[in-house]
């Protein structure tokens, strides 16, 4: 397990303090990208629940910014994160399908969003090792 996944997963499990799905990831990736948490939090209070509206999942929002963060831009890189999250996901990017998918199978809000977090953050930081 990586650095950063294990700093998301202890935040996202902080019984003292909710970090939204792209909190959980900016504030992971905070202590390298020249960043506070407090500040990494702020960047993403309005990310959570798809923008506040259902719309793109906070931990792909969350990615995208710790990519910007960290350089990368490219659209071939992006576009390669964005496939991968659509493709383990039936095509998906949006919060409310992705909960609303996720509860027609049955699954629990928290265990989904903590997954989505967790795959993003994966992602993310295997993007940045390939570039070290």
Request: with cysteine; proline share 2%; hydrophobic share 35%.
């Amino acid at each position: 397990m990586g650095k950063y996944l294990e700093k998301a997963k202890e935040l996202r499990n902080d019984p003292g303090k909710h970090y939204n799905c792209a909190q959980a990831i900016l504030c992971a990736f905070a202590p390298d990208s020249g960043l506070t948490e407090e500040q990494s939090c702020g960047v993403g209070a309005n990310f959570g629940n798809g923008m506040k509206m259902a719309a793109t999942c906070g931990a792909v929002t969350g990615g995208l910014m710790v990519l910007g963060m960290f350089g990368v831009e490219d659209k071939e890189t992006i576009g390669s994160f964005l496939r991968t999250v659509r493709g383990n996901h039936n095509g998906c990017l949006n919060c409310g399908d992705l909960l609303r998918m996720n509860k027609e199978a049955g699954g629990e809000r928290k265990p989904h969003c903590d997954g989505m977090v967790y795959e993003c953050t994966e992602l993310v930081e295997k993007i940045l090792e390939e570039r070290k």
